[in-house]
């Protein structure tokens, strides 16, 4: 939806007067999810003066706000001291919210950011609880992180190792970026696929710094699509409700079991890179033949890991 704009006033307003009946609360969740341009530029904040002449259009997808839900937690694998969840988008990571979700005793053991989806491990107990944090201290769980980002990188893929420091706060939350001191952090990256002003990004973080793939990418000059805290343009317009950032596989040993398990792109990210124009086909030679299935919309069910310590290699059927 695109319309002009016949004289000046507020945003939220002039969104009024288009729409009828909605309320200012609802199109304040509207900007604030990055469905709203004016003039080819996501504008967040309704009561930004919008001038005659202005252009402003809204994603398709904006009546999605309407009845937002989050997907039930769902459990990929579980064991007697562990199970890993597929993270949806807008599920926030702190004790409260995984104390509603999980009931006592059960314990993140690390974080994703509120619109990363993806592999999260929960702890079952204090004592796997400690363990698990000490093996990710160790650097002894392989995380995978796709990445959707703005503009085609010149290299195939390389290594960003810098040393994080806090650089200031927007929207309430801390900045973080690379400086003369601070903590390593270290992110190798690979160029999976290009397509129109953007491309599919495979990271592995070696360290676990908070934004750290978000940092490194948008320091590189291709920040992840639409990561409106580390960047603020971005050379592909298209329109997204979260942060491109998806954790897709977790690698490790605990307690005589090998785990290595995968989460496909869920349907969002799948819809952008088709309206980027990259060939999902292509994933099967990049990621496997199972997101070529889960590409094709084809649902799979499977157990738990047996107990006899072999490996766990689960797929699941992508949130809607």
């Not at 729409?19 to 990055?34: C, I, Q, T, V």
């Not at 459990?75 to 001291?81: F, K, M």
């Amino acid at each position: 939806m695109k319309w002009l704009v016949p004289q000046p006033q507020k945003l939220v307003s002039f969104l009024q007067g288009q729409l009828g009946d909605y309320s200012g609360k609802f199109l304040r969740r509207l900007l604030e999810a990055n469905l709203c341009r004016i003039n080819g530029k996501v504008e967040r904040f309704g009561s930004r003066v919008v001038n005659g002449g202005d252009a402003v259009e809204l994603s398709p997808s904006w009546k999605s706000i309407l009845t937002p839900k989050l997907s039930t937690l769902e459990t990929l694998y579980e064991d007697a001291h562990l199970k890993i969840i597929n993270k949806p988008a807008g599920w926030v990571c702190d004790p409260k919210t995984a104390l509603k979700a999980f009931g006592p005793g059960q314990y993140l053991v690390h974080r994703l950011d509120k619109d990363t989806t993806g592999l999260l491990i929960i702890a079952k107990g204090a004592a796997s609880r400690d363990l698990l944090m000490e093996m990710f201290e160790r650097r002894e769980i392989a995380k995978s992180y796709l990445a959707i980002v703005d503009g085609i990188p010149k290299e195939a893929g390389g290594v960003r190792q810098s040393l994080f420091v806090k650089k200031g706060s927007y929207e309430g939350q801390t900045i973080w970026g690379s400086g003369q001191k601070g903590l390593t952090a270290i992110t190798h990256w690979k160029r999976l696929a290009v397509g129109n002003n953007a491309s599919l990004i495979l990271c592995e973080p070696h360290t676990g710094r908070t934004h750290q793939i978000r940092v490194h990418m948008a320091e590189m000059g291709h920040p992840i699509l639409v990561d409106r805290q580390y960047a603020k343009f971005f050379r592909s317009k298209i329109f997204a409700q979260r942060t491109l950032l998806h954790a897709h596989r977790l690698q490790f040993n605990f307690q005589g079991k090998a785990i290595d398990l995968t989460a496909p792109l869920l349907l969002d990210m799948r819809d952008i890179l088709r309206d980027v124009a990259i060939d999902m086909r292509h994933l099967r030679e990049l990621l496997g033949k199972e997101e070529e299935n889960q590409c094709g919309d084809k649902g799979h069910n499977h157990k738990n890991a047996k107990e006899d310590g072999q490996s766990a290699h689960f797929l699941h059927k992508p949130g809607k």
